[in-house]
């Protein structure tokens, strides 16, 4: 077992101890967004790229664990919701930026 003295937490959240060994503070309680056990990227993807990828990945994970999906297909918004109402996979959160679109789903079944 080791105990750490934290002796310098800086903006974003990096600790330096007595020791010099560097770290991240965890949240106790991280947001749904922030936990996610796979990450599934289907930039420059299109039609039907984007979802066949995620069917795939989807696949391959176990109920309850949360995935991260980034995508820069307009096509792809309503595919994705589309495929998590006939599934049953959650939609966590949803974010659209300029030009991409970030999704965290969890699967329910």
Known sequence: MHIFFISKLD????IQNKFGTEGIVMKKN??????FDVEVDTRGLF???????VKDESA???IGQCFK??????????EFREWAQETGTEIV???????ELVFYFRKDK
């Open 69 to 78: 999906v980034m995508t820069d297909d307009p096509a792809a918004e309503r």
């Open 47 to 53: 039609c039907p790229e984007p979802l066949l990828k």
């Open 60 to 62: 391959d994970l176990e």
């Open 11 to 14: 903006i974003n959240n990096s």
């Open 93 to 99: 959160d949803f974010n659209q930026g300029d030009s």
């Open 30 to 35: 991280p947001s749904e967004k922030e936990r």
